[in-house]
């Protein structure tokens, strides 16, 4: 993966480009349409039925029990097709005869989808500290951002999961497809499979370890049982994860052709 002083530039262009064209597509409008609706009925419809949230507390936890989901959701629609998209549309016919590394393609495609999918959610976060002001015992600013990180954490393991079938499969619907049964429901079934058959909880599994975007807001951390230990896991956890399926994925994408 050894990049040299231009390539940087090169990577710099096609992270531009990629997330230009995300721009331009119809994908992120209609990401961003699904979460601002995702936080607008968790934090209106209650009111909107004469109704209120009864803590701090439950209001926080309906919104990170989503965030999960929300993560899993931007991975399928962005990461998951943006390398296998240009063999299935055929334009790596032209891109691998250019004079561009396929490590730079692979790191600048991948920094515009993760580029992507992390400023819709710093504008959740965003939204959501405003949302609690009007709320008592309100999470700090560092909490938040702890918070925050560990879910760019996680963002950044899932893309890589969502990597390796972009660039293994030969269809992008498939390769969403695979991405989303994948992290949200495979991962999980063997983590329940393990926990139920050992007893112990699985924390070097990815669904276990994305309990520690929750870790630093201490209503939701003593709800979910959730330590600073844990936190610590999970952080690491996720890293190793994205490291690992990047990894892959990138040896992966260097040894395919057309």
Known sequence: MYLETDDFRQIFV???????????????LVYVI????????????PYALGSQWNSMMVFLVAHFAFMSILVVL??????????VSEFEERTALILFTRPVKKTTIY?????????????????????MSVAFIFLSDQPTI???????????????????????????????GTAAIMTFVTILLLISIVSGVISTAT?????????????AIF??????ASYMNITDFDMVKGIITMFVWGVASIILSWFLFTKKEM
């Open 14 to 28: 096609i992270t531009k480009n990629e997330m230009t064209k995300f721009i331009r597509g119809k994908k992120l």
């Open 34 to 45: 699904l979460a601002a609706a995702v936080f607008s009925l968790l934090a209106f419809l």
């Open 74 to 83: 931007a991975v399928t629609l962005f990461s998951s097709s943006t390398y």
């Open 107 to 127: 790191v600048g495609k991948f920094l515009g989808c993760f580029i992507m999918e992390a400023v819709v959610f710093i504008g959740y976060y965003a939204a």
């Open 142 to 172: 560092g909490q938040y951002l702890t918070s925050l990180a560990s879910l760019m954490i996680y963002l950044f393991a899932a893309s890589g999961v969502a990597a390796i079938f972009s660039v293994t499969m030969k269809k992008a």
């Open 199 to 211: 007893g112990v909880t699985p924390w070097y599994m990815l669904d276990q370890a994305s309990n």
């Open 215 to 220: 870790a630093s807001i201490p209503g939701v």
